[in-house]
Every structure is written in C-alpha cells, then in structure tokens.
C-alpha cells in the first residue's frame, strides 16, 4: 500500500516540477518578446502557418457548427414560441463560447500538435544547442515568432468562426427552417453587445497564449521525459502537449466565462 | 533549463593571460552530474592555442558531458572552466555571447535548423552577427561550402542531405565566422572511411591556414591518431592521461591499452551478485 | 591593419597591412570597389599581410568578378605564410593571378 502512496507523491511532484518548468518557460519567452533584433520575417512565416492556412479548417468547422446550433435551437426554441430569437441565440453562443473554444480546439489539433512535434525534433537533433553556441537565443528566435503569430492570428480566425458560423445558422435557419431572413439579422444587431464581444476576444487571447505556451514548453523539454527517447518521445509530448492545450484552455474558459459574463 | 548565461556580476575573471598566453581553455576540478549520476569527476584539462586536442573514450566515459561543460550548454556541479581568462560558469551574458562568437561548434548530426536552406544555415551567423554585404555574405557562405564538396548543396532543405553532407554543412556553418576554436563532435561518426580521411585532412588544413585552435571528441583511434597533438583518454568520468600520440600509444594504463587495443572490458564479477541479478523473480 | 593605394603604372596599388578581418573587410571592400568603379585595374598587395580570413577572401572574389565584368584585372601580389595558405586552401590560387611582387607586373 504504501508503495502506491509513493507513486502518488511521486507523480504529484512531477506535475509540479513540469509546471513550474513551463511556467518558467512562459516567462523566458514573453521577456524575450522585447528583445533585438526582431525577427519580422520569422513572424510572418508563422502567421502564415497559423493563421492563413488554418483557414480553410476554420471556415469548415464553423459553418457546420453555425448550422448545427441552428438546428439545435430552432427545436429547442419551437417548443417556447420564440424561433424568431434564432439569431441572437446562435450568434450569442457563438460569441461568447463556441467561437473561441471550437476555434482553439481546432488550432490545438492543427497547429499545437505540429508546433510541439517539430520544437521536439528540434530539441532531439541538438538545434537549439547549435543556437545557443552560436549566440542566438532559441527564445527570441524560434519562440516569440510562434507566440506573437499566435496571439495575432487566434482572435482572427475566432472571429471568422464567429461570422462564418452566424452566416451557417442564417443558411439553415432561412433556407431549412423558413424563417425570415431580416429577423435573424435584426435580433443579432439587438441582442449582441460590446461585452459579449469582448468575451470573444479576450477568451480567444487567452486561448492563444495557452495553446501555443503549452506546445513549444512540451516540446522543448522532450529531452527530460522519463523513460522514452527518440520517436516515441516527441510522440509522447505532442500527445501531451495537445490534451494539456485543451484541458487548460477549457478551465481558463470556465474561469474566464465567470468574470465576464 | 538547460540554457545556463547566467546574468550575474563579473566576479572570478582571474587574468590568466600573464603566465599562460598560449592556454586558450583552462578547465579546474571539474565535476558534472546528471541528478544523482556523476558523469565527471574532478577533470583538469588544459586546451593550447593553435593545437588540436583530441578527447577519447569509449562511451560511457563522459566525453560528451564534458564538451556541453566546455561550451557553457551546462553547469558543472563543481570547478571551472577559463577560457581567455574569463571563467565562463560565472561570466555575464553579453560577455559569454562574445565568447561564444569566437567558438565554432559542429555537432554530431550537423544540427542544422530544418526550417532553412543549407545556404542559409550556413549564412545564419554572419547574418545574426555582422553588418556584412549580402554579397559578402554570399561568397563567404559558397568558399565554405566548396571547401566541404558541398557546391551544388547551397539551396536543398537538410531534410534532402544524406548523414554525411549533413556533418560537413554543419562543419561549414561552424567555421563559417572563422572562428579561434573549433569544437567538433564525433566527426567520423556515420562517416565512410574515405570520408573520414577527407575530413581528417580538412581539420588539418584548417589549422594551418586558419591558425584554428580544434578540440575534436571522437571514440575513432585512426581519425584520432592522424590529427591529434594531443589526446586526452577519459574513462568512466575520470580523465586518465593526456599526452601525444606516441606517449598514449606507449602508455602503460591498462585502461588506455584496452581502449587503444579495442579489447572489451575485462570485467571482474562478483559471482554471487551476478547470478542473483541473472535470477531476479525467479520462483 | 591598415590600407592604403598608390599607382604602379596605370594600376592601381592596394596595400594591405597587418590583418583583414570581419570588423574591418568592410572598409577594404568599400576601396576596392570605389577603385574598380572608377575603372582602373587593381593590385592587390599582400607583401605585408599578416593574416586575412573569409569576409576577406571574400571581398577580393567579388571584386575579381566586378574586374572580369568590367574587362579589367585584379592580381594578387607578394602572397606569403597564413594568407597564401588560404588561398591554396580555398584553391583560389587557380582563380586569382599572383605574382611574386608588384614590381613583376609590367604594362
């Protein structure tokens, strides 16, 4: 029995020791934001990569998941006499909650998968040693890129979700369910207000630093996983790396929709 | 982290330079641990300038440790490391990225970013660090590549370069700023033996002509027999001699001999603890 | 190190002194295209160079290909020790023209 209370402890104290490395982590990266010189170029490569070509996977997701709702709260709606409230339901949970997470969901399985694989290979094949001995700091180089990227593209490609997701809520809603077109434009105007926007972006802000914190930190300490090595380490960490993305980031939800709703 | 420029005050900057002004690394009871695992024990090794140092030993023996040690990538647990004078294990950043652009390091598997071109790998440094004309930048990047047989490689992604173009690029990358010291991890590793000998020569040349000070950690007994002024031998964490190729070759330490001999270790056991290992959960 | 031209019939001299390295091949390459854009044929003289690295060599390549361009030369002269061995290791001794001495170089 006690063998197994050590293991707990054991096991707790990793979670605190691999945190503590991650937060220390964060605070390197964002101290290295300011920096010179700045890498410009870098930071549009990895704008390009998050933002530009996750695209076509945002715009996908949030129409369905705009049609989807819509489906959902015709019927629920329908039982109350209040269809006509579609569209301020639909784009109010897609606003204030579905936006950001779907969007973040999304980006974790996209971009925080790759991110931490390939700072993990990096790691693996001794880049950021050869970075080091060469007088560039990994952090300002490989990091604040993908961080700043992040933070710029996240709340886009939200708010895109947002929009295409209203636009696939008007699809059904118009076309399936025959509602009047005006109507559900007219209770958005109405219903959404600056709060719920802000919502959106602060969620998605905080999402996008969560997100992208948590791929690079995994990635970059793959040398210190216990017991693999090589290929199974680096799938290790992405492993970790993306369902650490998403529980961290739906509790910062919960925490976040608590102070702002 | 493993990153260890420490941001603290200048202290401990013993001017070496009146009584040893050709010592370029001066390395004092040096002891490295991994947690609980000590990998080195108390080394004192000396690095001159204008030679090429060769560290040897079989694995296990901590050279690598030792290398990470000597590019400041870790902190000993003990002891110190001089180099020019200046002790790099309490040197401040802006002084440790100084030194660092007199080193050139090139390392085992090349280790060249995988996001950029063999060119602009190789052009990383001087981009970083000079205010050079591109066309400088270019001609210096291409005299390098041509140097390591590898002219036509200028714009392929290190994903499209066998092992060995890999080394050579990373090789390239390294001396690329002309620097005062080379440090060079396992060089033959994975190498055939014509492209060993090629590269032994290179390292030669290289000291002549570039007045280079290379310290070259190897397990390969030719590679390290053809360039070497001198050879230190570690074992098990301990460093065991140093001296030039004909006093290791005749060195009487049974350690050196099985290692310059390539006899396999001759293990004394304790008979009753190996059966017991060999029975472990046995009913 | 230091640098400085004079003429030697209708070429221009560059002397260099010392050593040619990253915190100063700049200014030489400045000279030597300022030489070469002006039209005049350049030697280069190493007879008391002491040590010249890459940003160096460099420098000189560059201003061969604007010579060749241009239909003019540029030589070498007096290359001896550390220098002359990075030439050889670079093989631009079979690229560039060197002579013993800028003396040896007639019309």
Same mark, same amino acid.
């Given at each position: 029995?006690?063998?197994?209370?050590?293991?707990?402890?054991?096991?707790?104290?990793?979670?605190?020791?691999?945190?503590?490395?991650?937060?220390?982590?964060?605070?390197?990266?964002?101290?290295?934001?300011?920096?010179?010189?700045?890498?410009?170029?870098d930071l549009v490569k990895q704008i390009a990569f998050i933002g530009a070509r996750s695209m076509p996977i945002i715009l996908l997701s949030g129409l369905f998941t705009g049609m989807v709702l819509a489906l959902q709260f015709y019927d629920v709606l329908a039982r109350f006499g209040s269809v006509d409230l579609m569209g301020s339901a639909v784009s109010l949970s897609l606003i204030q909650e579905l936006g950001p997470v779907m969007t973040a969901l999304m980006i974790i399985?996209?971009?925080?998968?790759?991110?931490?694989?390939?700072?993990?290979?990096?790691?693996?094949?001794?880049?950021?040693?050869?970075?080091?001995?060469?007088?560039?700091?990994?952090?300002?180089?490989?990091?604040?890129?993908?961080?700043?990227?992040?933070?710029?593209?996240?709340?886009?490609?939200?708010?895109?979700?947002?929009?295409?997701?209203?636009?696939?809520?008007?699809?059904?809603?118009?076309?399936?369910?025959?509602?009047?077109?005006?109507?559900?434009?007219?209770?958005?105007?109405?219903?959404?207000?600056?709060?719920?926007?802000?919502?959106?972006?602060?969620?998605?802000?905080?999402?996008?630093?969560?997100?992208?914190?948590?791929?690079?930190?995994?990635?970059?300490?793959?040398?210190?996983?216990?017991?693999?090595?090589?290929?199974?380490?680096?799938?290790?960490?992405?492993?970790?790396?993306?369902?650490?993305?998403?529980?961290?980031?739906?509790?910062?939800?919960?925490?976040?929709?608590?102070?702002?709703? | 982290?493993?990153?260890?420029?420490?941001?603290?005050?200048?202290?401990?900057?013993?001017?070496?330079?009146?009584?040893?002004?050709?010592?370029?690394?001066?390395?004092?009871?040096?002891?490295?641990?991994?947690?609980?695992?000590?990998?080195?024990?108390?080394?004192?090794?000396?690095?001159?300038?204008?030679?090429?140092?060769?560290?040897?030993?079989?694995?296990?023996?901590?050279?690598?440790?030792?290398?990470?040690?000597?590019?400041?990538?870790?902190?000993?647990?003990?002891?110190?490391?001089?180099?020019?004078?200046?002790?790099?294990?309490?040197?401040?950043?802006?002084?440790?990225?100084?030194?660092?652009?007199?080193?050139?390091?090139?390392?085992?598997?090349?280790?060249?970013?995988?996001?950029?071109?063999?060119?602009?790998?190789?052009?990383?440094?001087?981009?970083?660090?000079?205010?050079?004309?591109?066309?400088?930048?270019?001609?210096?990047?291409?005299?390098?590549?041509?140097?390591?047989?590898?002219?036509?490689?200028?714009?392929?992604?290190?994903?499209?370069?066998?092992?060995?173009?890999?080394?050579?690029?990373?090789?390239?990358?390294?001396?690329?700023?002309?620097?005062?010291?080379?440090?060079?991890?396992?060089?033959?590793?994975?190498?055939?033996?014509?492209?060993?000998?090629?590269?032994?020569?290179?390292?030669?040349?290289?000291?002549?002509?570039?007045?280079?000070?290379?310290?070259?950690?190897?397990?390969?007994?030719?590679?390290?027999?053809?360039?070497?002024?001198?050879?230190?031998?570690?074992?098990?964490?301990?460093?065991?001699?140093?001296?030039?190729?004909?006093?290791?070759?005749?060195?009487?330490?049974?350690?050196?001999?099985?290692?310059?001999?390539?006899?396999?270790?001759?293990?004394?056991?304790?008979?009753?603890?190996?059966?017991?290992?060999?029975?472990?959960?046995?009913? | 190190?230091?640098? /400085?031209? !004079? %003429?030697?019939?209708?070429?221009?001299?560059?002397?260099?002194?010392?050593? &040619?390295?990253?915190? =100063?091949?700049? #200014?030489?390459?400045?000279?030597?295209?300022?030489?070469?854009?002006?039209?005049?044929?350049?030697?280069? /003289?190493? !007879? %008391?160079?002491?040590?010249?690295?890459?940003?160096?060599?460099?420098?000189? &390549?560059?201003?061969? =290909?604007?010579? #060749?361009?241009?239909?003019?030369?540029?030589?070498?002269?007096?290359?001896?020790?550390?220098?002359?061995?990075?030439?050889?290791?670079?093989?631009?001794?079979?690229?560039?023209?060197?002579?013993?001495? &800028?003396?040896?170089?007639?019309?």
């Open positions: 029995m006690f063998a197994q209370i050590e293991k707990l402890g054991a096991h707790t104290i990793q979670i605190f020791e691999e945190f503590g490395r991650l937060l220390m982590f964060l605070g390197q990266v964002i101290f290295s934001v300011f920096s010179r010189p700045f890498g410009f170029r399985a996209r971009v925080g998968s790759a991110t931490c694989a390939e700072i993990a290979i990096m790691r693996s094949e001794q880049q950021f040693d050869a970075l080091t001995c060469m007088a560039i700091s990994p952090f300002r180089y490989v990091m604040v890129p993908r961080l700043l990227a992040a933070i710029i593209s996240i709340p886009l490609l939200t708010a895109i979700f947002n929009l295409i997701g209203i636009v696939g809520g008007y699809i059904v809603g118009v076309f399936i369910k025959d509602l009047s077109g005006t109507a559900y434009m007219q209770t958005i105007i109405d219903t959404i207000t600056w709060s719920d926007l802000r919502m959106s972006i602060v969620k998605s802000f905080l999402f996008a630093i969560i997100i992208i914190w948590i791929s690079m930190g995994k990635g970059f300490f793959v040398h210190l996983e216990k017991g693999v090595s090589g290929a199974e380490a680096v799938g290790r960490v992405t492993t970790k790396a993306v369902v650490a993305s998403a529980i961290t980031m739906l509790f910062a939800d919960y925490i976040a929709s608590s102070f702002l709703i | 982290m493993s990153i260890s420029d420490k941001d603290s005050t200048d202290k401990d900057i013993t001017d070496q330079n009146s009584t040893d002004s050709d010592t370029l690394i001066n390395i004092n009871h040096l002891s490295s641990a991994y947690g609980d695992r000590q990998v080195l024990n108390d080394i004192n090794l000396s690095v001159e300038q204008g030679e090429i140092l060769v560290i040897m030993g079989g694995s296990g023996s901590g050279k690598s440790t030792l290398l990470r040690n000597m590019l400041g990538l870790m902190q000993p647990s003990s002891g110190e490391i001089l180099f020019e004078g200046k002790n790099i294990c309490h040197v401040n950043k802006s002084e440790m990225l100084k030194l660092r652009r007199k080193m050139g390091v090139a390392f085992q598997g090349g280790a060249l970013l995988s996001s950029l071109s063999v060119g602009d790998n190789i052009k990383l440094p001087l981009r970083q660090h000079t205010d050079l004309d591109e066309n400088t930048i270019n001609i210096m990047a291409r005299l390098k590549l041509e140097l390591m047989s590898l002219a036509n490689f200028e714009d392929l992604m290190p994903s499209e370069l066998s092992g060995g173009m890999l080394k050579r690029a990373g090789l390239a990358r390294a001396v690329i700023m002309d620097p005062k010291i080379l440090f060079f991890d396992e060089p033959s590793a994975g190498l055939d033996p014509v492209t060993s000998v090629e590269l032994d020569q290179l390292i030669l040349q290289l000291r002549t002509a570039m007045n280079m000070t290379i310290v070259v950690v190897t397990h390969e007994l030719e590679s390290a027999f053809t360039i070497a002024d001198r050879i230190a031998v570690l074992f098990d964490g301990e460093l065991v001699t140093t001296g030039t190729v004909d006093e290791i070759k005749n060195c009487t330490d049974e350690r050196v001999i099985n290692l310059i001999n390539r006899t396999p270790r001759e293990m004394k056991i304790d008979a009753d603890k190996y059966l017991s290992r060999l029975t472990k959960g046995a009913s | 190190m230091s640098f /400085d031209c !004079s %003429e030697h019939l209708h070429y221009k001299v560059l002397h260099l002194t010392g050593e &040619v390295d990253l915190s =100063n091949s700049s #200014k030489v390459r400045q000279c030597l295209l300022d030489i070469l854009n002006k039209g005049k044929s350049v030697i280069v /003289d190493f !007879s %008391e160079l002491i040590y010249i690295d890459s940003s160096g060599m460099a420098t000189l &390549v560059e201003g061969l =290909n604007i010579a #060749k361009k241009g239909g003019l030369t540029l030589t070498i002269a007096g290359a001896n020790g550390a220098p002359m061995q990075v030439l050889e290791l670079t093989r631009l001794n079979q690229v560039f023209t060197i002579v013993d001495a &800028v003396s040896d170089i007639g019309e």
